[in-house]
């Protein structure tokens, strides 16, 4: 069992930074494969970025959606089983609920369904 603890959203100025921060408990975080997803309302879950398994033969690669590629940045830190997502110049089409997730398959996963565990989400306001 993971349980997953996200945190750092708030409100920003459209063109500011945020940076989420997503702590896993429980062993062998390195073997998972993690990512982010947001859900605005009156919306359906959306992939963000993903990164994959890293140690051993998992080399840590990431996936991003179009619309947030060149602005968001996935980062892992096994030490720390932390998670991180840097979103900078961020629009108010990024207001959503941000969600992290935890999987063991083996590749940078875009399908929800293939996620494990999911954390509660925190709130990304961008104001125009």
């Known amino acids: 069992q993971v349980q997953l603890v996200e945190s750092g959203g708030g409100l920003v100025q459209a063109g500011g930074s945020l940076r989420l921060s997503c702590v896993a408990s429980?062993?062998?975080?390195?073997?998972?494969?993690m990512g982010w997803f947001r859900q605005a309302p009156g919306k359906e879950r959306e992939f963000v970025a993903a990164?994959?398994?890293?140690?051993?033969?998992?080399?840590?690669?990431?996936s991003y959606a179009e619309s947030v590629k060149g602005r968001f940045t996935i980062s892992r830190e096994n030490a720390k089983n932390t998670v991180y997502l840097q979103m900078n110049n961020l629009k108010p089409e990024d207001t959503a609920v941000y969600y992290c997730?935890?999987?063991?398959?083996?590749?940078?996963?875009?399908?929800?369904?293939?996620?494990?565990?999911w954390g509660q989400g925190t709130q990304v306001t961008v104001s125009s």
């Open positions: 429980g062993r062998a975080f390195s073997s998972y494969s």
């Open positions: 997730a935890a999987s063991l398959g083996l590749s940078t996963i875009t399908s929800a369904p293939r996620y494990d565990y």
């Open positions: 990164v994959r398994w890293s140690g051993g033969k998992g080399d840590g690669s990431t």
